[in-house]
């Protein structure tokens, strides 16, 4: 899938507001200067405010498929149309992460 490549710099929420931490394995592939992250990846949320009626049930981390079919480090980059799919702790799926930024100098399809 085209796009922006997807760094450690980049901006990812849930849906619900919650902050994605973006991590990753790879040291080698950089772009704008940060690393970039694969698709094997899975990124922790904090602070998601999301509830099932009175039950407490916040994104937990983000799971992600869709990343770029030319461009690998050991798997392939994630890229602005990259899917995440945020999880519960139940391991429930609630959604899909909100990407609000990637580094616009390199992209990879």
Known sequence: MPGAILTVASSIQCQHGGVVILTTA???????????????????????????????????RVEWSAGAALVKASA?????????KCISAENA???????????PKVSAR
């Open 93 to 103: 799926p609630q959604g899909v992460a909100i990407i609000g930024g990637a580094q």
């Open 26 to 60: 790879n040291v080698r592939v950089k772009a704008g200067g940060a690393c970039a992250l694969l698709e094997t990846d899975v990124h922790p949320v904090v602070g998601c405010p999301f509830t099932v009626g009175p039950k407490y049930s916040p994104c937990v």
């Open 76 to 84: 392939p980059v994630l890229v602005q149309s990259s899917i995440g």
